[in-house]
C-alpha cells in the first residue's frame, strides 16, 4: 500500500478530527500532497493541498479558517486538522499524491490515492 489513511470516525458538530495519510518515501519525496473528500451521491472535491515543502498549501473555499494540512517529510506523512466540523463536512476522505512539487485543486493532477477513511458528524 503506498498510500494509507487513518483518522476518520463519528464526531459531533463542532468537534475536531485529525486525519492522517501515511506514504511511501517513493511517492513522498519531492511531491505535492493533497486531500479529496466525496460525499454519498456527490463527486469527489478537492480539500486542501501542501506542497512538497509545506511552505504553500491551498484550500477550498468551504473549510479555509477550520481544515489545516500539513506534513512530516521525515514521517512521509500528510495532515488533515479539521475543527468546527459541520454536517456538511461528512464524507470519506481521501488522501492522494502529484508527481510535481506543487499541485492545486485538480484531481487530475494526482497520481497515488489512498483508499479512503470515513468521517461521520452527527448534528
Known amino acids: 500500500v503506498q498510500l494509507q489513511a487513518s483518522g476518520g470516525g463519528l464526531v459531533q458538530a463542532g468537534g475536531s478530527l485529525r486525519l492522517s495519510c501515511a506514504a511511501s518515501?517513493?511517492?513522498?519525496?519531492?511531491?505535492?500532497m493533497g486531500w479529496f473528500r466525496q460525499a454519498p451521491g456527490k463527486e469527489r472535491e478537492f480539500v486542501a493541498s501542501?506542497?512538497?515543502?509545506?511552505?504553500?498549501?491551498s484550500y477550498t473555499d468551504s473549510v479555509k479558517g477550520r481544515f489545516t494540512i500539513s506534513r512530516d517529510n521525515a514521517k512521509s506523512t500528510v495532515y488533515l486538522q479539521m475543527s468546527s466540523l459541520k454536517a456538511e463536512d461528512a464524507a470519506v476522505y481521501y488522501c492522494?499524491?502529484?508527481?510535481?512539487?506543487?499541485?492545486?485543486?485538480?484531481?487530475?493532477?494526482?497520481?497515488?490515492w489512498g483508499q479512503g477513511t470515513q468521517v461521520t458528524v452527527s448534528s
Open positions: 492522494a499524491a502529484s508527481r510535481t512539487s506543487y499541485s492545486g485543486s485538480d484531481a487530475r493532477s494526482y497520481t497515488y
Open positions: 518515501r517513493r511517492i513522498f519525496s519531492n511531491n505535492a
Open positions: 501542501v506542497s512538497y515543502n509545506g511552505a504553500s498549501t
